[in-house]
């Protein structure tokens, strides 16, 4: 099935959460990451917590992306709390999510690992939906999506080992002189 990123999902389709099944390659990564962003826009998730080495390959500045954020974040109560042991990708590659990140500085929280120069930050998706999405291969980009009650935990449990160990990292606007 194809899915148009720019629409939202098919009714009778399920949301990563309860799928519960494996993904492998960039195509597949990027389009389960806009479906877990429809699902919770739609299921009102109010926080979102977002991690990885560079999020170089997520479709952060794709216009459609930038759209369904915008509208998850006008809901009101939200947040969103990223970290990253490097943001230099975010900055370049996606100028748009830059720009937006700025205008909603409020919510958004950017957070390097205390460990990011030793190692990369997993790449793993949580939100307050129980929504999971997680990288084990990120050469091949293999991972699951939607995992059972256990793994879910687990995840979101190594979410916030890292955030403890996080300070922030990418500023929303920079002063010079």
């Not at 979102?48 to 006008?74: K, N, V």
């Not at 590659?93 to 120069?117: G, I, K, M, N």
Request: proline share 7%; net charge negative; charged share 30%.
């Amino acid at each position: 099935m194809t899915i148009d990123r720019d629409t939202d999902r098919a009714p009778d389709e399920p949301p990563p959460s309860a799928v519960g099944a494996p993904f492998e390659g960039a195509p597949e990564f990027g389009r389960l990451l806009y479906q877990a962003l429809r699902h919770a826009e739609s299921a009102g998730a109010r926080r979102l917590c977002w991690s990885d080495g560079d999020f170089a390959a997520w479709p952060l500045g794709e216009p459609g992306w930038i759209s369904m954020l915008t509208r998850w974040a006008r809901a009101g109560n939200r947040e969103l709390v990223m970290i990253a042991s490097d943001y230099r990708a975010v900055q370049r590659l996606h100028p748009r999510f830059a720009t937006w990140r700025r205008d909603w500085s409020h919510l958004v929280q950017c957070l390097v690992p205390d460990e990011a120069r030793t190692e990369p930050a997993p790449t793993l998706w949580v939100d307050s939906t129980d929504q999971v999405l997680r990288v084990f291969d990120r050469e091949h980009f293999r991972g699951r999506a939607g995992f059972d009650r256990v793994d879910r935990q687990r995840a979101r449990e190594d979410f916030d080992a890292i955030l403890q160990r996080a300070t922030p990292g990418f500023a929303a606007a920079t002063l010079g002189l």
